[in-house]
């Protein structure tokens, strides 16, 4: 029902539709034009006395705020009051929290089984918790690693509390769990609140259902939500991201050195929680241009706003700069970004087949498929091909620089696009905002979300199952005695392998190769010291060869089968993680190494592999590959 006796009346009516009506087909760069340029500024505060107007007397005039959204002159769709809206987005960011939270503990006690980078993540933290702040590599920045550190010491002080053990070097063996949770709750959280920026977002540019219906999307979005439960940095870069975007809004209304100095300082602790968050600096630097406001003191602002940000989250930086720009430069992501590979599943393909199964897995085929006709449809009107619409808003041209970077780049997965997520998602909500009914709205989110959440429920329920590689370890214990020796096809710190117990002399071989490549070995020092497994092996641990430059005759001579049957060994395991990756891969020269999987697959003793809706992990192939008896 149409309202009456609003204020401004048909003026008034007029101006909203204008504000509401939407252009028939976009790019989702042009999606995120149209949702950046609909800020509802037209709700006065004050009254023509000057005094503080009631919220209550704009309520009326608030469509898609308080009282529901008209567009296009068609029936308001979904009738909510304050009250409604902070409920609905409760519900939303308690629903997020929760995808991002069940199973927190996968894998544990047994480090690295969300995935590996978590071991990487976790004793980075540890270093620097100890005062060492000198990184362990250069790949990645250390905001995140200070932000676990954070959340460590409210888990330690809880331990304290209830009187636990706080042996840290055997907790840090025996129950991982004490550092693993508080990192991994970490980018739950950072998750969660990434919702809530994305409601505030679309709020702030058009309305609260956009903001809605945005932080509703993202809660789906499959790799957010798994990545979400990961202790790595992609959550934390997405958060920074668009908190950037948020402060840099601000620059629009008003330029001042202060809101400069603020986003720059954003723009550093977002680069500092991945090395690509400094491409947030598009947003201020938008600004800037935009107003014509270029003064070399609003410049020193931003740019000492971003070094001081980045040296909140990178100390190094300071302390040691020369280093710290060595260490970048001969880092082996710089390396891998200049070799140009990209891999996906084991698999290289050209950039933007990488971006099409990167959007599938995100949002769907629906969603990608739309995007997709936007996009021809921007660039392709009436015949002509225009460039303009990816450079008019800052979140065009930031969508636009991160793809072209993806293209090109190298060594990427699906949760490299996290960071634009949340601006896609804000342009599906602007889009649905068209529904002339409540019926073709609900309709649109549900083929939006339905596959987008199939995915991420399905990946929540099988993690609740017990992991392959546990479930191997279980029958390598019940089934092969602890004299008998065995190979693993993976390097041991990927963690593709089941977890078994390590004889001293297995140890000192991954110690001794964990010092060849520049690291200390303490890991297995202390694993030696601490490890309390019933049983132990002899186990070795075949290189793992990822990069051409590193594949070596001395490693290709060991995946032979003969070879390792003079050595004694009486059983090879061998990890899908790994080999899918060898045996795609047709282009890195590893043909003897791909012999090696041909003449040994089919001949499997034992093979656990993931059920849908049931368990993760890597599909497991046991082989029995010599005859008992040899002692070591």
């Not at 500024?41 to 919220?55: I, V």
């Not at 690509?276 to 241009?289: Q, W």
């Not at 546990?470 to 693993?488: D, G, M, R, S, Y």
């Amino acid at each position: 029902m149409r309202r009456s006796g609003r204020r401004g009346g048909g003026a008034q009516k007029t101006r909203h539709r204008h504000r509401c009506s939407l252009s028939a087909a976009a790019a989702f760069v042009a999606l995120l034009q149209r949702h950046e340029r609909l800020n509802l500024r037209q709700f006065p505060r004050y009254g023509k006395s000057g005094k503080a107007r009631p919220f209550s007397a704009n309520l009326s005039r608030i469509n898609g705020i308080a009282t529901g959204l008209y567009c296009n002159g068609s029936p308001q769709l979904f009738q909510m009051n304050v009250r409604t809206e902070k409920y609905i987005l409760f519900l939303i960011l308690l629903f997020g929290f929760i995808l991002r939270a069940l199973s927190i503990n996968y894998g544990l006690p047994n480090p690295g089984y969300f995935s590996s980078d978590e071991i990487d993540s976790i004793s980075r933290a540890v270093k620097i918790g100890a005062g060492d702040l000198t990184p362990a590599h250069f790949n990645k920045p250390t905001f995140y690693n200070i932000i676990i550190i954070v959340f460590n010491l409210f888990a330690f002080l809880f331990y304290r509390i209830i009187g636990a053990d706080t042996d840290f070097k055997r907790l840090f063996i025996q129950n991982p769990a004490f550092f693993y949770i508080p990192a991994r709750l970490a980018s739950v959280c950072a998750g969660t609140a990434a919702l809530y920026l994305c409601y505030r977002a679309g709020k702030k540019l058009k309305d609260a259902r956009v903001g809605l219906s945005a932080a509703f999307l993202l809660s789906c979005c499959y790799t957010t939500v798994r990545f979400s439960h990961y202790a790595k940095e992609d959550a934390l870069l997405t958060l920074m991201v668009l908190l950037t975007f948020m402060i840099a809004i601000k620059l629009g209304e008003g330029i001042s050195a202060k809101r400069v100095l603020i986003t720059g300082l954003l723009t550093g602790l977002t680069a500092a929680a991945k090395f690509t968050g400094i491409l947030a600096i598009i947003f201020p630097v938008y600004y800037l241009i935009k107003n014509k406001n270029l003064k070399p003191k609003i410049l020193l602002s931003l740019l000492g706003g971003v070094l001081f940000g980045f040296a909140l989250g990178m100390p190094y930086f300071i302390i040691h700069p020369i280093s710290f720009f060595k260490g970048l430069i001969s880092s082996t992501i710089l390396r891998q970004v200049q070799g140009g590979t990209i891999w996906l599943g084991g698999e290289k393909h050209f950039g933007l087949i990488f971006i099409a199964k990167m959007f599938i897995q995100e949002f769907g085929c629906l969603y990608a498929a739309a995007l997709l006709y936007f996009l021809f449809h921007a660039i392709f009107n009436k015949g002509k091909i225009s460039a303009k619409p990816l450079f008019k808003t800052p979140s065009a041209f930031f969508a636009l620089i991160f793809l072209t970077i993806i293209i090109f780049a190298g060594h990427l997965d699906y949760h490299y696009i996290m960071p634009l997520t949340p601006f896609l998602c804000l342009a599906a909500a602007v889009n649905i905002a068209k529904a002339k009914s409540n019926t073709i709205y609900v309709m649109m989110m549900f083929l939006l979300i339905v596959e987008p959440l199939y995915r991420s429920v399905k990946f929540d329920v099988e993690s609740f199952g017990e992991d392959t590689r546990i479930t191997a370890a279980k029958w390598i214990e019940a089934n092969i005695p602890t004299h008998e020796q065995i190979a693993f096809d993976t390097a041991y710190f990927y963690q593709y392998h089941p977890p078994i117990g390590l004889s001293k002399e297995s140890l000192d071989a991954l110690k001794l190769d964990a010092q060849k490549e520049g690291g200390t070995g303490n890991y297995y020092q202390l694993l030696g010291e601490y490890q309390n497994k019933e049983k132990i092996y002899y186990a070795r641990f075949l290189p793992m060869p990822t990069w051409l430059e590193k594949l070596q005759p001395s490693n290709i001579e060991q995946y032979n089968l003969g070879n390792l049957q003079k050595g004694g060994f009486t059983w090879l395991v061998c990890s899908s993680y790994y080999h899918n990756r060898i045996m795609n891969d047709k282009n890195y020269g590893w043909q003897p190494i791909r012999n090696f999987y041909l003449e040994i697959f089919g001949k499997e003793l034992q093979i656990f592999q993931p059920q849908p809706w049931v368990n993760m992990g890597p599909i497991i192939k046991v082989y029995r590959i010599g005859e008992s008896g040899h002692q070591r």
